[in-house]
């Protein structure tokens, strides 16, 4: 992944490791059920989260009326989209460079993804989105112009997706699906019950 992640494991798990970029990694003898019972301890439950934000879902995947590839940071920041969002930025360590700028609304399990402008990163005219995340849509309320739903079961995905001959990856024993949209790739999630549970586009 090009990149080195320096951990103080005085109160960390020996046998399990977790975080966003890397998910879950079994050092030998991890228990997951255990381990992230004990990582969600302090987490808000997805049915005490207040002030769920609103998000509308099109045709294109595109949300909020920010189109990917074309809205700008600006755009984003401007929409009423953007509330509890913290700016963050991944700088490349050799060169000191911004690699890429994100948002994120760890409440709600909601984020935005830029593309860093090579000649100013702090020129939010010049940086585009290039993707976002909702990891949990029990934290937000959501629609879909296309006919999802939360909570849609895998097999009625899949028919939902034929019908509106929407292309997609089919993958029996994962528990996601990728749906082909050039230039960028839409991801599925499905919880451990097989139902829709969150989505990422990048």
Not at 15 to 24: A, R, T
Not at 44 to 54: G, L, N, R
Not at 115 to 131: H, L, M, V, W, Y
Request: glycine content about 6%; charged content about 30%; aromatic content about 14%.
């Amino acid at each position: 992944y090009s990149r080195l992640i320096i951990l103080n494991n005085t109160d960390l798990s020996k046998s399990c490791y977790w975080d966003v970029m890397n998910g879950l990694i079994d050092f030998g003898g991890c228990n997951n059920e255990k381990y992230m019972a004990d990582l969600m301890k302090n987490a808000t439950k997805p049915e005490d989260v207040k002030e769920k934000p609103t998000i509308k879902i099109d045709k294109n995947w595109n949300i909020n009326d920010l189109v990917v590839g074309k809205a700008t940071e600006e755009d984003f920041v401007k929409s009423s989209t953007n509330k509890r969002f913290e700016r963050m930025t991944e700088i490349d360590g050799m060169t000191g460079k911004t690699n890429e700028i994100y948002y994120q609304n760890n409440y709600h399990d909601f984020y935005f993804y830029f593309t860093a402008s090579k000649g100013n990163p702090d020129n939010q005219r010049e940086n585009f989105i290039n993707g976002y995340a909702i990891n949990d849509f029990r934290k937000v309320d959501i629609s879909f112009e296309n006919g999802l739903k939360p909570g849609l079961k895998f097999e009625e995905v899949l028919k939902l997706l034929e019908k509106l001959k929407i292309a997609y990856n089919p993958v029996d024993f994962a528990n996601y699906i990728e749906i082909k949209t050039s230039p960028y790739k839409v991801t599925l999630n499905f919880n451990d019950s097989m139902l829709l549970s969150g989505m990422f586009v990048k």
